[in-house]
């Protein structure tokens, strides 16, 4: 990026067309894969989103509602494991406990995509609620869901392995991509702006040396 832009300063400084040609097929090639990179995010994170559910100030996630390369992605299990390590290592699970100190706090709560995912079993299992971090598991699931069986109030275990959880992930990398990709929006105004003023002085410059 800086080589670039030193080539498009001296281009411009030494009225020099060669330079601006340069400058311009670098910047050229830099647009085109901003472009495809926001075009390809927005793909990405056009599918999914969350699902009521009733009593609860938060969203609950299915993976199956994300795109193939979400799925692709987090079901590795060698790109699962390495986040799993990450969010084991967080601790953000057994704060909950800390930062909702009653049952009528934790229930009022806004619980992010990651905590509702993977720090509590989904609602359809219809475990009761011990505390923010502990649920009775002694009660026979209500649902066939297979994080139901998966989850466990252990610190390293939770519900980690289950599906909600990748989904909880999924919906916090959607949410970062389109940051992203509407911050490469605007990035890709400015630059084709640039590039449209890139255009004018090589022009100008070409103008100038043919009078040469």
């Known amino acids: 990026m800086i080589f670039r832009s030193i080539i498009g300063f001296m281009g411009a400084w030494k009225n020099n ?3 601006l040609w340069i400058y311009l097929i670098l910047l050229c090639i830099v647009l085109v894969a901003i472009l495809v990179f926001t075009v390809l995010a927005f793909i990405i994170t056009n599918n999914g989103s969350g699902h009521n ?7 609950e996630y299915q993976l199956q509602d994300y795109s193939s390369w979400f799925l692709k992605q987090l079901n590795n299990s060698h790109n699962w494991n390495h986040l799993k390590s990450c969010l084991v290592k967080s601790d953000d699970c057994n704060n909950l406990s800390r930062k909702y100190k009653t049952l009528k706090q934790f229930k009022s709560a806004k619980l992010s ?12 299992c219809g475990y009761p609620v011990v505390n923010a971090s502990f649920y009775d598991l002694s009660f026979r699931p209500i649902s066939s869901n297979k994080d139901c069986r998966l989850y466990k109030n252990a610190k390293a275990i939770k519900c980690y392995n289950c599906d909600s959880c990748k989904a909880g992930v999924a919906q916090y990398m959607k949410t970062e991509w389109r940051v992203v990709a509407m911050f490469n929006v605007v990035l890709f105004v400015v630059l084709s702006i640039i590039y449209f003023v890139g ?6 410059a070409a103008r100038s040396q043919s009078k040469v």
């Not at 990651?114 to 720090?119: F, K, M, N, T």
């Not at 255009?199 to 100008?204: E, L, P, T, V």
């Open 53 to 59: 559910v009733t009593g609860l100030r938060y969203k």
């Open 17 to 19: 067309s060669i330079l």
């Open 199 to 204: 255009c004018c002085a090589r022009r100008n």
């Open 113 to 124: 995509p990651v905590e509702a995912g993977c720090c509590r079993p989904p609602s359809e």
